[in-house]
T-cell receptor, first 111, second 115 residues
Framework: DAKTTQPPSMDCAEGRAANLPCNHS???????VYWYRQIHSQGPQYIIH???NNETNEMASLIITEDRKSSTLILPHATLRDTAVYYC????????????FGKGTRLHILP | GAGVSQSPRYKVAKRGQDVALRCDPI?????LFWYQQALGQGPEFLTY????????KSGLPSDRFFAERPEGSVSTLKIQRTQQEDSAVYLC?????????????FGSGTRLTVV
């Protein structure tokens, strides 16, 4: 699986959009981009995934660049409950084995 | 149940003691994973089951670690002769095979402290 690079930490004001970047310059054509988050004292939680088109669900939006070498997770109206570590993962299609986590980005939502 | 259930939530063990950690996956989920998470780090893969078959145990740090899933549902992670470096949160996740798009569902973990 390709590796990802994320900033170690970010701050965002409550109510503003939180934009979390991820670089995955060695991503292969059959690899998806997945995002998980981990709130304190909980297990990681799936947020969203995409291949090459932008995706949106009730939690977030995922913007993938045209060359697929980077992506941005957008939380449109951040709340204090969004304070967590966010992990960006790239993973091949039709894989049903382990997910490899990096160190992620620790997002602080400021009141 | 609706989610992945892990027990106990907290465990304190004396060094050298054996411990057993339990994971109840979501009913019908074929795949089950164990991860170890040290303080301030991302989860590290330990082992993976598909039904009762242990397909990957490459992440188990030593032969003191043993996992089983005898009937393809509940899984137990056993650590023998615990050491202080085993102190961590142990996470379990499950997924229905072939539906990787929806990601994995994790439990809240068992926090093991070895004293």
């Amino acid at each position: 699986d390709a590796k990802t690079t994320q900033p170690p930490s970010m701050d965002c004001a409550e109510g503003r959009a939180a934009n979390l970047p991820c670089n995955h310059s060695t991503i292969s054509g059959n690899e998806y981009v997945y995002w998980y988050r981990q709130i304190h004292s909980q297990g990681p939680q799936y947020i969203i995934h995409g291949l090459k088109n932008n995706e949106t669900n009730e939690m977030a939006s995922l913007i993938i660049t045209e060359d697929r070498k980077s992506s941005t997770l957008i939380l449109p109206h951040a709340t204090l409950r969004d304070t967590a570590v966010y992990y960006c993962i790239v993973r091949a299609m039709n894989r049903d084995d382990k997910i490899i986590f990096g160190k992620g980005t620790r997002l602080h939502i400021l009141p | 149940g609706a989610g992945v259930s892990q027990s106990p939530r907290y465990k304190v063990a004396k060094r050298g003691q054996d411990v057993a950690l339990r994971c109840d996956p979501i009913s019908g989920h074929v795949s089950l994973f164990w991860y170890q998470q040290a303080l301030g780090q991302g989860p590290e893969f330990l082992t993976y089951f598909q039904n009762e078959a242990q397909l990957d145990k490459s992440g188990l740090p030593s032969d003191r670690f043993f996992a089983e899933r005898p009937e393809g549902s509940v899984s137990t992670l056993k650590i023998q002769r615990t050491q202080q470096e085993d102190s961590a949160v142990y996470l379990c996740a499950s997924s229905p095979t072939g539906v990787f798009n929806y990601g994995y569902t994790f439990g809240s973990g068992t926090r093991l402290t070895v004293v």
